[in-house]
Nanobody
């Protein structure tokens, strides 16, 4: 059974930073393309960033230069470092597993975490 467990969300002031983690089990992590999505109230879920097994990265234009995705295959964990956070980054952030890149764009896999709330507010 595949499990993806996110952690690291919380309340932060504008301009602050957070680091999200997603620990995976039940999956051959080193062979899995992984991604982060977010969903704000009243909006559709959107891709934030994804990382392939070889380190290829796909990042949404809205977070480029502020958010960084990385992975540690030894720990079966994917990270999302979020810097210079803005109020519009407020959303529930979801880890996604076993997706694939199609024409350099990430397509979500079947596995989702439960989500972690990120709130950016003063």
């Amino acid at each position: 059974q595949v499990q993806l467990v996110e952690s690291g969300g919380g309340l932060v002031q504008p301009g602050g930073s957070l680091r999200l983690s997603c620990a995976a089990s039940g999956i051959i992590f080193s062979a899995a393309v992984m991604g982060w999505y977010r969903q704000a109230p009243g909006k559709q879920r959107e891709l934030v960033a994804a990382i392939s097994t070889g380190g290829t990265i796909n990042t949404a234009d809205s977070v480029k230069g502020r958010f960084t995705i990385s992975r540690d295959n030894a720990k079966n964990t994917v990270f999302l470092q979020m810097d210079r956070l803005r109020p519009e980054d407020t959303a529930v952030y979801y880890c996604n597993g076993a997706g694939r890149f199609v024409l350099a764009k990430y397509r979500a896999g079947d596995y989702w975490g439960q989500g972690t709330q990120v709130t950016v507010s003063s």
